[in-house]
T-cell receptor, first 114, second 114 residues
Framework: NAGVTQTPKFRILKIGQSMTLQCTQD?????MYWYRQDPGMGLKLIYY???????DKGEVPNGYNVSRSTTEDFPLRLELAAPSQTSVYFC?????????????FGEGSWLTVV | DAKTTQPPSMDCAEGRAANLPCNHS???????VYWYRQIHSQGPQYIIH???NNETNEMASLIITEDRKSSTLILPHATLRDTAVYYC???????????????FGTGTRLKVLA
């Protein structure tokens, strides 16, 4: 049972480079999320999606883009990487948003921008 | 901002019960309290959630006060593997979309001591 799978697990980028963090889930969940976690801090929501073709901004969307062409996949794109984007990125999913729904997280992607 | 308040750290002896408190004084009447934990370098893991009644599963128990303004997560027999950061979460509605975001504060860093 794979759950939420993220790739790559580790990546070093140079300032100004671009890259895409991949996320896929095999639970047929409608909702998907991208969070970032800076050292010693809680998670902050970057973008979320309520279903294929629908995405919206979270708390800290600047410098990122997402797409949701299928139910399973929710890639996060970093354009023109900056040192401030050095962080751990977590993708998550949930079946719904009704009270009592839980979300499931991937194992994280460690990104360093130098 | 997180809608919950937790102590930053706690220690617990191995084999003893770990009681982790959380204040959520602004919780609305139909909103659940969720608990997650994050073991070092891993994605957050769901533990338990509850509305007003006490809940128990194979991982933990959740005690919610009658006024619902606070709760306590109980790990009945803590082991070294329970050393982690524990997050108490009340979802925050995203007004423009009707969806919710899970706000992770800085949580409680639990250290289980041998």
């Amino acid at each position: 049972n794979a759950g939420v799978t993220q790739t790559p697990k580790f990546r070093i980028l140079k300032i100004g480079q671009s890259m895409t963090l991949q996320c896929t889930q095999d639970m047929n969940h409608n909702y998907m999320y991208w969070y970032r976690q800076d050292p010693g801090m809680g998670l902050k929501l970057i973008y979320y999606s309520v279903g294929a073709g629908i995405t919206d901004k979270g708390e800290v969307p600047n410098g990122y883009n997402v797409s949701r062409s299928t139910t399973e996949d929710f890639p996060l794109r970093l354009e023109l990487a900056a040192p401030s984007q050095t962080s751990v990125y977590f993708c998550a999913s949930s079946y719904g948003q009704g009270a009592g729904n839980t979300i499931y997280f991937g194992e994280g992607s460690w990104l360093t921008v130098v | 901002d997180a809608k919950t308040t937790q102590p930053p750290s706690m220690d617990c002896a191995e084999g003893r019960a770990a009681n982790l408190p959380c204040n959520h004084s602004t919780i609305s009447g139909n909103e659940y309290v969720y608990w997650y934990r994050q073991i070092h370098s891993q994605g957050p893991q769901y533990i338990i959630h509850g509305l007003k009644n006490n809940e128990t599963n194979e991982m933990a128990s959740l005690i919610i006060t009658e006024d619902r303004k606070s709760s306590t997560l109980i790990l009945p027999h803590a082991t070294l593997r329970d050393t982690a950061v524990y997050y108490c979460i009340v979802r925050d509605p995203i007004q423009t979309s009707g969806t919710y975001k899970y706000i992770f504060g800085t949580g409680t860093r639990l250290k289980v001591l041998a």
